[in-house]
């Protein structure tokens, strides 16, 4: 796990799962199949997205997939070709997996289906839905954490750039409804609520029409009601030469209620860090629908 992070006990499908030599296992999160099984002291993973469950889902009433554990074999059908696992020889035959949810390994550019202005020194609160990754952990004897095997998004993302040819980033790209009110729909066990409050410092108005959000300075966390949630970010926009600061906060929206760590930010954030978070997007996005 990241530095600093925390153990806790995580709501099912996440979580420790018992795997079972020569005998495949298989795991729902949202999308994602996840498939397992143990061969002579071998890990052996192979993961799709079966047809009809490839892209974000288009409305906020979409279920997660996580069948009862029990009934996610037969319902999963038939296994991944053998040509597309993953194998690890693991220190002493261990047959324990832990699922982790974290946040994507890049920044995400967020287009909000409805684009708004913010007037000077107005701001707004907004809520984004983003897709988790699954952390794939073993578990060993001794260790003083578990060993990271691979990273896999719940939900495929198209790549985009931010920025310059020059300067820029390669980037996930992510429409987004950016609603302003949380609802009990929104939850499904594959995705995170992300809280921004947008601050426009400067004097002329903002279009928030695209905008860059860096989820690796976040950390998760996870609600009484087994709910995923972002520490809360804060945007102050100073103009377009002096860019915006962006300030992270180290505990959980007040929307949240208590809430517990789930996994330290993947990169702590400086004090006073500055970045460019609203401009124009250089290469046309490739998914449709909004989170």
């Known amino acids: 796990m990241h530095p600093g992070s925390a153990s806790p006990r995580l709501p099912s499908p996440w979580g420790e799962h018992e795997l079972s030599e020569g005998t495949p296992t298989v795991v729902r999160i949202g999308p994602i199949e996840l498939w397992f099984e143990t061969v002579n002291g071998e890990i052996r993973l ?9 892209l974000p889902p ?12 029990e009934n996610q ?3 999963a059908g038939e296994p991944p070709d053998k040509g597309i696992w993953s194998r690890w020889a693991t220190p002493g035959g261990e047959t324990r997996i832990r699922l982790v949810p974290g946040f994507p390994d890049r920044t995400l550019v967020l287009q ?3 684009p708004f202005r913010l007037l000077p020194r107005a701001e707004a609160r907004i809520f984004v839905r983003v897709p988790l990754w699954v952390r794939i952990e073993l578990p060993v004897e001794g ?3 578990p060993l990271l095997l691979t990273e896999i998004p719940a939900i495929p993302m198209s790549d ?13 790209w992510l429409p987004t409804k950016a609603r302003r009110v949380v609802t009990p729909e929104l939850y499904v066990s ?3 609520i992300c809280t921004l409050q947008l601050r426009n410092r400067s004097t002329a108005d903002l279009e928030v029409s695209k905008l860059a959000f860096r989820v690796a300075h976040l950390a998760l966390l ?29 505990r959980a929206p007040v929307e949240a209620g208590e809430t517990t760590l789930v996994l330290s930010p993947r990169t702590p954030l400086a004090r006073g860090f500055r970045a460019r978070t609203f401009e124009r997007l250089r290469v046309l996005p490739g998914l449709g629908g909004s989170l």
């Open 58 to 69: 288009l409305s906020g009433s979409a279920p997660a997939l996580a069948p009862d554990p």
């Open 143 to 145: 260790a003083s954490a």
């Open 112 to 114: 909000p289906e409805l």
């Open 73 to 75: 074999l037969s319902a």
């Open 222 to 250: 996870l609600d009484a009601e087994d709910h995923f949630w972002s520490s809360e970010s804060r945007v102050n926009y100073h103009g377009e030469a002096e860019g915006s600061q962006i300030d992270i906060s180290e």
């Open 46 to 54: 192979a993961h799709r997205y079966p047809s009809g469950h490839d």
């Open 190 to 192: 594959h995705m995170a």
């Open 160 to 172: 985009t750039w931010w920025g310059g040819f020059m300067e820029g980033e390669l980037t996930y």
